[in-house]
């Protein structure tokens, strides 16, 4: 199964914004719910944001609401994070996925495609 591509990580400082890209296979994200996961080391995978198959509808975890934001371009074959005002609590592993359509989940269990990631380290 091809895999997503995720791109856009690096080192930022505290109060940066960055924006995250993932290049999904040949419409995949038409035919998906998508969603960014992020990790850090020895904790579980944390749902962030996913955005229905038809983009009518967003979702976004309370931790992050109001900084970050899922968009997609499905002409593109991508989906994105808008990273606002990153906090060096932000620093982790950033993963997108695809998940079957139908009501968009917040368990990462429920996405089938994972990107490797990028990494995102927010210090001063």
């Known amino acids: 199964q091809a895999q997503l591509v995720e791109s856009g990580g690096g080192l930022v400082q505290p109060g940066d914004s960055l924006k995250l890209s993932c290049v999904a296979p040949h419409k995949t994200t038409m035919w998906y719910n998508m969603g960014w996961f992020r990790q850090v080391p020895g904790k579980e995978r944390e749902f962030l944001a996913a955005?229905?198959?038809?983009?009518?509808?967003?979702y976004n975890e309370d931790s992050v609401k109001g900084r970050f934001a899922i968009s997609k371009n499905d002409r593109k074959n991508s989906v994105y994070l808008q990273m606002n005002n990153l906090k060096p609590e932000d620093t982790a592993v950033y993963y997108c996925?695809?998940?079957?359509?139908?009501?968009?989940?917040?368990?990462?269990?429920?996405?089938?495609?994972w990107g490797r990631g990028t990494q995102v380290t927010v210090s001063s």
């Open positions: 955005i229905s198959r038809s983009g009518s509808s967003t």
């Open positions: 996925a695809a998940a079957q359509p139908g009501t968009p989940s917040r368990v990462a269990a429920s996405y089938e495609n």
